[in-house]
C-alpha cells in the first residue's frame, strides 16, 4: 500500500525531476505526466517576474552593444570573472528541477532523493581536476574545439556537433515541456502562452545578447535563488527550533515510511539503480555541451579552474540546504489539509517547495519564489540555446560543413540566425510534446552526453592513442548503445510501448554504454594503422603542450 | 617547419616536463581519491542500508546517512579547493618559470 501510494506520488511530481533528467526511477510505475492543475493567477509572482524580465532584458540591451565580435558573441570575449563564472555554472546546475524535484524526491523517498545531489558533488570535482584547465587551453568557444584539435577536423567536428545537439535539444524539450507545465502552476497561465513567453524571452536574450547576456541572466536568476533557498532553509530550521535533531525527529513521525524514511532503498530498489545513476553523473555532466561553453567565458586556464571551484562550493553549499528543506517540509506539509485535496497535495508534486514557502513566508515569499523558479528555467533555457547556436555555427557550419573560409560576420549571422531557428523549434515542439511522455527525452541526453562526448573528451586530451577513426566508431557505438538501451529500458519499452517488462532493466544506459564506447574508442584506434592515425598520434605533443601552457605556438614561434 | 622545431625545444624542456609531471600525479591521484570515497559511499549505500538509518550519536536522528551525504558534499569541495591552492602556490609559479625561460608573456591561453 504504502508502495503503491508513493509511486502515485512520484508520478505527480516526475515532471520536475524531469528537467534535470533525472527522471526514470520516479517513473518506474509508466506514469506519463503529472496531472496539472491550472492555479488561480498569481499576481504577486507575476509582478515580481515582470521585474526580473524587464532588467534582463535590459542587460542584454547593455550587452548587445559589446557582442558584435565572433569572440564577444560565443565567449563574452573572455571577459566573465572566475567568481561570477562560478555562480553562472552553479546556477545552470541549481535548476528548478535541483529546487523543486530534488526537495520533492526528499519529501516522497526520504534518503534516496539526496543521491540526485551527491552525484553532483562527485562529478564536478573530476570536471575540475581533469577538463576545466586543458579544455580552456586548447579550445575557443565550444568543447568540440578540443576534440577536434588533432583528430581529423571535418569528421570528428559533424560526429560531436550532431551528438551535442541531440543533447541540446532533448534537453530543450525536456525544459520546455516542464516549464510549460511548471508556469501554468505557478502563475495560473496558459500552457502555451508559458512556451511562447518563455522561447521569446530566451531568443531576445541570446541573438542579440548573446553569451555576455546569457551569463548575466543566468548570474542574477543563481543569486535570487541562493538568497530564496537560504531564506527558506533558514525558517525551516528556525520552526524547529535550531534543531537538526528535532527535525529529522517530526520528519520520520510524520512520513508514512517512519524511520526508513532515512535510509536509502525507497526510490532506488536495487544496487543497480543506484549505480547507474552514479555512473550516469559522472561522465553525462562531463558531456554537457552547454556546461563545458561556460568555461570559455573566462580570460584563461587559471580562471576556468577558479570558476569551478567556486561552483562546486556554491552547490555544496545548496545541496546541503535542500536537504533540510526536503526533510523539513514532511513535518509541514504533510498532514497540512491547506495544501491538500483530500489525499494529494494541490497542483501536484512539484510544489512541495512553493507549499513551504506560502507556510513560511505568505503570499509574498511564495510569489518571489515562483518567480525564482520561471526565472531559472528561463536562464536554463538561454544557456540551452546559446550552446546549441555555437554548435550549429560555429562547429557544424563553420569547421564541418562550409567548403570554404567562413567570415567572423557571417558566423555570428548564422549563429542569430540559429538562435532564432532554435527558439521556433522550442515553439513546435513544445506544444507538439505537451501531451507526450517526455521522460525518456531527458534521459536521453544525459546519456548521450555522458556516452559520445564524455569517453571522446577525455580521451582526445590525455590519450595519445586516439585516432579519428577510433573517436569516430567509439562515438557512434556510445550513441547507438545508449538509444538503444534507453528504447528497451523501462521508460520507452515498458511506459510507452506497452510492454509488461523491459529488456534492460535500469533507466541509465549510461553503465553499459560509456563503458562499452571508451573499449570500441581504444579497440579502434589500437588497431588503426590508417595513415591519419599516424598523424592523429602524433599531434598528441604539439596538443600536449598547448593543453597544459595554453601557449599558443603559432604566436609564440614568431620570437 | 619552425613551429614543430620550437615546439620540440618547449616539450623537452626540463621545466615543462617537471611541471606537467608534477600536475598529472596530482590531478589523477585527487580524481581516484574522490571517486574511491563516492564509490566506497555509492557500494554503502547499495549493499548496507541499514547502517545508513543508525544514530551517529548514542541517541538522536542525525543518523550515519546525514553524517555521510555532509561528508560526501564537504570532501567534494575540500578536494577542489586543495587543487586550488596546490595549483596557485605549486603549478603556476612552475608555468611562469618556463614561460620568463621561454621568453613569452603568458597571454592565457587566448588565441584570437
Keep these: 500500500m504504502i508502495s503503491r501510494n508513493i509511486s502515485r506520488e512520484c508520478q505527480k511530481f516526475g515532471l520536475l525531476i524531469t528537467l534535470a533528467g533525472f527522471s526514470g526511477w520516479l517513473y518506474a510505475s509508466g506514469a506519463i505526466e503529472g496531472a496539472v492543475e491550472k492555479q488561480p493567477l498569481n499576481i504577486t509572482a507575476i509582478f515580481m517576474f515582470v521585474v526580473f524580465a524587464l532588467s534582463t532584458l535590459g542587460i542584454t540591451w547593455w550587452a548587445a552593444q559589446r557582442s558584435q565580435s565572433r569572440a564577444d558573441f560565443y565567449a563574452a570575449g573572455g571577459s566573465i570573472p572566475a567568481w561570477q563564472n562560478g555562480i553562472a555554472i552553479s546556477g545552470d546546475f541549481l535548476s528548478a528541477a535541483t529546487f523543486l524535484g530534488i526537495t520533492s524526491a526528499v519529501y516522497i523517498g526520504g534518503y534516496d532523493g539526496l543521491l540526485f545531489a551527491a552525484g553532483v558533488m562527485m562529478g564536478w570535482p573530476i570536471i575540475l581536476f581533469l577538463i576545466a584547465e586543458p579544455l580552456r587551453n586548447l579550445g575557443r568557444y565550444t568543447f568540440i574545439d578540443v576534440v577536434s584539435y588533432r583528430l581529423k577536423r571535418r569528421p570528428v567536428t559533424i560526429l560531436a556537433a550532431v551528438s551535442s545537439l541531440v543533447v541540446v535539444i532533448f534537453y530543450l524539450i525536456a525544459q520546455l515541456v516542464g516549464a510549460g507545465k511548471l508556469i501554468q502552476l505557478l502563475f495560473g497561465v496558459d500552457y502555451i502562452y508559458a512556451v511562447v513567453c518563455v522561447s521569446l524571452l530566451m531568443i531576445l536574450y541570446v541573438s542579440f545578447g548573446g553569451m555576455l547576456a546569457t551569463t548575466w541572466v543566468q548570474f542574477i536568476k543563481a543569486i535570487l535563488l541562493i538568497f530564496g533557498g537560504t531564506l527558506i532553509a533558514f525558517l525551516v530550521i528556525k520552526h524547529f527550533g535550531f534543531s537538526l535533531d528535532n527535525l529529522l525527529k517530526e520528519a520520520t513521525d510524520s512520513h508514512k515510511l517512519g524511520q526508513s524514511l532515512l535510509a ?40 576556468a579552474r577558479m570558476s569551478a571551484f567556486y561552483s562546486i562550493a556554491i552547490m555544496g553549499y545548496f545541496y546541503v540546504l535542500i536537504m533540510v528543506i526536503g526533510f523539513g517540509a514532511i513535518p509541514i506539509i504533510m498532514d497540512n489539509p491547506d495544501y491538500h485535496h483530500g489525499q494529494s497535495l494541490i497542483g501536484g508534486g512539484n510544489m512541495v517547495v512553493l507549499h513551504l514557502s506560502h507556510f513560511l513566508g505568505g503570499n509574498m515569499l511564495l510569489g518571489f519564489i515562483s518567480a525564482v523558479t520561471f526565472a531559472t528555467i528561463l536562464a536554463v533555457v538561454a544557456g540551452l540555446t546559446m550552446s546549441g547556436a555555437a554548435t550549429i555555427a560555429h562547429d557544424l557550419y563553420t569547421n564541418g560543413l562550409a567548403k570554404k573560409e567562413v567570415s567572423e560576420a557571417h558566423e555570428v549571422w548564422v549563429s542569430r540566425i540559429s538562435v532564432l531557428a532554435l527558439g521556433l523549434l522550442s515553439i513546435a515542439l513544445g506544444i507538439a510534446f505537451e501531451h507526450q511522455n517526455v521522460v525518456f527525452v531527458a534521459t536521453m541526453s544525459l546519456a548521450i552526453a555522458g556516452s559520445v562526448n564524455a569517453p571522446i573528451l ?28 534507453i528504447i528497451v529500458g523501462p521508460q520507452i519499452w515498458v511506459a510507452v510501448l506497452g510492454f509488461e517488462k523491459p529488456l534492460y532493466p535500469y533507466t541509465y544506459p549510461t553503465i553499459v554504454s560509456a563503458p562499452v564506447a571508451f573499449f570500441v574508442l581504444w579497440l579502434v584506434s589500437i588497431t588503426d594503422r590508417s595513415k591519419q592515425a599516424e598523424m592523429d598520434r602524433a599531434g598528441i605533443e604539439m596538443q600536449f603542450v598547448k593543453s597544459e601552457t595554453g601557449l599558443n605556438i603559432a604566436e609564440a614561434s614568431a620570437h | 617547419m619552425p613551429d614543430n622545431q620550437y615546439l620540440a ?78 595549483s596557485k602556490y605549486y603549478y603556476d609559479p612552475m608555468r611562469n618559470e618556463l614561460l620568463a625561460s621561454l621568453e613569452i608573456e603568458y597571454k592565457g591561453g587566448l588565441n584570437d
Design chain 1, 264 to 303: 536509502p532503498g525507497n526510490l532506488f530498489t536495487s544496487p543497480g539503480a543506484i549505480m547507474s545513476l552514479a555512473v550516469t553523473s559522472l561522465f553525462g555532466f562531463m558531456g554537457l555541451p552547454h556546461i563545458l561553453m561556460r568555461l570559455f567565458t573566462v580570460k584563461n586556464a587559471k580562471a
Design chain 2, 9 to 86: 625545444s618547449v616539450s623537452s624542456n626540463p621545466v615543462f616536463q617537471k611541471m606537467v609531471k608534477r600536475r598529472h600525479r596530482m590531478v589523477w591521484s585527487l580524481s581516484s581519491g574522490v571517486l574511491a570515497i563516492n564509490i566506497l559511499y555509492i557500494l554503502a549505500m547499495s549493499f548496507a542500508p541499514e547502517q545508513f538509518s543508525q544514530s551517529l550519536l548514542s541517541e538522536g536522528y542525525v543518523t550515519y546517512g546525514i553524517f555521510y551525504y555532509l561528508l560526501i558534499i564537504l570532501v567534494g569541495i575540500a578536494a577542489s579547493a586543495y587543487y586550488s591552492w596546490w
Design chain 1, 458 to 485: 577525455l580521451m582526445s586530451i590525455y590519450w595519445k592513442g586516439l585516432t579519428t577513426r577510433g573517436a569516430i566508431v567509439g562515438g557512434i557505438a556510445g550513441l547507438v548503445l545508449s538509444v538503444g538501451l
